[in-house]
């Protein structure tokens, strides 16, 4: 019972104290305590994750490689069937064919995971990608390089690793990509071939630099034209959700 309870006239069940002021029956505020509350119950340990083949799957960070990566794997795939082909084409001796094999397949195993990442819509995160498309180019100067430099016709596995990153690179990491695949590539074959073949290094060169360029001019193409497509998109729907108000208004008036 409250002080101002205590000091008036209080009805029998001890609910309502007369209030002379104001002549009538007010209710008793009594100081009830609050109900305990119920501890809570510590939350379960989160169960971590086992670090497994999706521990390397997350975030895309580039967009470019949002709609990038399925060229990437396609490229890849068409690398890796070419040179199979071409191994068993015309092979010079076991020792070689058994390096063309072992780096083919395992071009095969990281590629494969990289595509079924793609097909459960888990694409792999940027730091993946950019160094299996290394890897690529590693693979096919190794390959430059067993069958002695110039000579090799292996050197055009280099325009499809460069296509697939010039397309799906952003253009500062692609013109790393293929400076230094330009670099590599021309140090070989300077290296490996005779003066009057010259010409012909520095063609392959040319080419190699000229699918870079095409290929990253391609891709800011039509990043500029998805650009459009989803502002008119936007625009569009903002027409159609403004057109019943105005209706509205226009009927009201």
């Not at 001796?93 to 063309?100: E, H, K, P, S």
């Not at 195993?109 to 290394?134: E, K, M, T, W």
């Not at 069958?147 to 990153?165: L, N, T």
Request: hydrophobic letters at 50%; aromatic letters at 10%.
């Amino acid at each position: 019972m409250t002080s101002d309870a205590a000091r008036h006239l209080v009805s029998p069940d001890g609910l309502w104290f007369w209030n002379g002021v104001e002549e009538r029956w007010e209710p008793v505020a009594a100081d009830r305590p609050e109900p305990a509350k119920a501890p809570k119950s510590p939350a379960p340990p989160e169960k971590q994750r086992d670090r497994g083949l999706d521990s390397f799957a997350g975030t895309v960070r580039s967009e470019d490689l949002v709609y990038g990566q399925a060229v990437l794997v396609w490229a890849r795939w068409i690398l890796i069937g070419t040179g199979l082909l071409l191994s068993f084409w015309s092979p010079t001796d076991l020792l070689t064919l058994q390096v063309q094999l072992g780096a083919i397949i395992a071009l095969a195993f990281g590629n494969f995971y990289l595509h079924v990442q793609l097909l459960r819509g888990r694409p792999a995160i940027d730091n993946i990608i950019y160094g299996a498309s290394l890897a690529d180019i590693v693979v096919v100067t190794a390959l430059v390089i067993v069958q002695h430099g110039y000579p090799s016709p292996v050197f055009i596995f280099y325009f499809a690793a460069i296509v697939g990153i010039s397309v799906a690179f952003p253009t500062p990491i692609a013109a790393i990509y293929t400076a230094l695949t330009v670099g590599v590539y021309g140090v070989i074959a300077l290296a490996s071939t005779p003066v009057d073949d010259l010409p012909a290094v520095f063609t392959r060169l040319f080419m190699i630099a000229a699918i870079a360029v095409c290929g990253n001019v391609f891709a800011r193409s039509e990043s500029r034209r998805r650009a459009d497509a989803i502002r008119i998109h936007r625009e569009m729907v903002d027409e159609v959700e403004r057109f019943p108000a105005q209706q509205q208004v226009a009927t009201k008036a």
